[in-house]
């Protein structure tokens, strides 16, 4: 069973930023690096949206409103996927989700709130 754990959110002024990162456990890491990583975001009263991901390999996309200003990685020796968010916006405020899929299986953390405030 993959379980995910974010941590790094917290309160932050415009034009801050912030790390997050989702440590993986119940998976080895020769298993780990094979899965693609995701991170999403729910914003009050909005749906979940995709944010960034990240490949097996190392690719990466992107969500239009975050392009230029966050960047995913992987650690895979740790078993560990970050977001580095730079420039924050008021609207980037959300609770912040790690993924991943195993098959038919999804995988979610229990979120990481970050607030974009002055």
């Known amino acids: 069973q993959v379980q995910l754990v974010e941590s790094g959110g917290g309160l932050v002024q415009p034009g801050g930023s912030l790390r997050l990162s989702c440590a993986a456990s119940g998976i080895s890491g020769i298993i780990f690096r094979l899965y693609a990583m995701d991170w999403y975001r729910q914003a009050p009263g909005k749906q979940r949206d995709l944010v960034a991901g990240?490949?097996?390999?190392?690719?990466?996309n992107y969500a239009d409103s975050v392009k230029g200003r966050f960047t995913v990685s992987r650690e895979n020796a740790k078993n560990t996927v970050y977001l580095q968010m730079n420039s924050l916006k008021p609207n980037d405020t959300a609770i912040y989700y790690c993924?991943?899929?195993?098959?038919?299986?999804?995988?979610w953390g229990q979120g990481t709130q970050v607030t974009v405030s002055s």
């Open positions: 993924h991943t899929k195993g098959g038919i299986l999804h995988y």
């Open positions: 990240i490949s097996s390999g190392g690719s990466t």
